[in-house]
């Protein structure tokens, strides 16, 4: 079936860029999303981005997609102790009346000021 | 706009009571409805979607159940809870049947922990 697999670790320095990467093993993919988790609350959805666009950048955040790699990254400008979160990449899964979404395990992301 | 709503914020219970979680979403008609558990380890499993009122779907077998009364309102049951039922429980919604579909907006979650 569908995998959808992150690094679980990311520490950077505030104003330092931060680049989060992403595989999915579905080549089918229409949409792959970036969903932030801050403590103790559900998923924003931070942006997502097509499967014929390589690229989508959305003021800090610039999202790479690699599809002969199944490969996507999120790298966040500028970055600031507000971005500590963790990221989940996700990936759209088939079912008889529409998509469900297959995420992966998350990265943690650590800003340190 | 869409709203969606999750009640309650906390529960604690004892093993083997029963459990009732609700979801509701507002500002849209006939919602695809998701359920999610995240436990401690942080990754996000679906354990049921519904495509309409009455239409449940079940991912993984377990000890939970999933109703779906009215179009826009997604209950979470259990007859007996378990240890390891404990767990953070998100409820979603995607707009059904459209193309771009898929996207998924997450409610603020409910925090089990069982006893």
């Known amino acids: 079936g569908e995998d959808v697999e992150q690094s679980l670790f990311l520490s950077v320095r505030e104003g330092d860029s931060s680049v989060i990467n992403c595989t999915y093993t579905?080549?089918?993919?229409?949409?792959l999303y970036w969903y932030k988790q801050e403590p103790g609350a559900g998923l924003q959805l931070l942006t997502y981005?097509?499967?014929?666009?390589d690229m989508k950048q959305d003021q800090r955040l610039t999202v790479l997609l690699n599809k002969k790699d199944k490969h996507l990254s999120l790298r966040i400008a500028d970055t600031q102790t507000g971005d500590s979160a963790i990221y989940f990449c996700?990936?759209?899964?088939?079912?008889?009346?529409?998509?469900?979404?297959?995420f992966g395990q998350g990265t943690e992301l650590s800003v340190k000021p | 706009s869409q709203t969606i709503h999750q009640w309650p914020a906390t529960l604690v219970q004892p093993v083997g009571s029963p459990l009732s979680l609700e979801c509701t979403v507002e500002?849209?008609?006939?919602?695809?409805l998701y359920w999610y558990r995240q436990a401690a380890g942080r990754g996000l499993q679906l354990l049921f979607y519904?495509?309409?009122?009455?239409?449940i779907s079940s991912e993984v077998p377990q000890n939970l159940s999933a109703s779906r009364p009215q179009d826009r309102q997604f209950i979470l049951s259990s007859k007996k809870l378990l240890l390891s039922d404990s767990g953070f429980y998100l409820c979603?919604?995607?707009?059904?049947?459209?193309?771009?579909?898929?996207?998924?907006?997450f409610g603020p979650g409910t925090r089990l922990l069982v006893l």
């Open positions: 979603a919604w995607s707009h059904a049947a459209v193309f771009g579909g898929e996207t998924q907006y």
């Open positions: 579905d080549s089918s993919s229409t949409y």
């Open positions: 981005i097509f499967s014929n666009m």
């Open positions: 996700a990936d759209v899964g088939y079912y008889n009346q529409g998509g469900k979404l297959i």
């Open positions: 500002g849209t008609s006939n919602p695809n």
């Open positions: 519904s495509v309409g009122i009455g239409q």
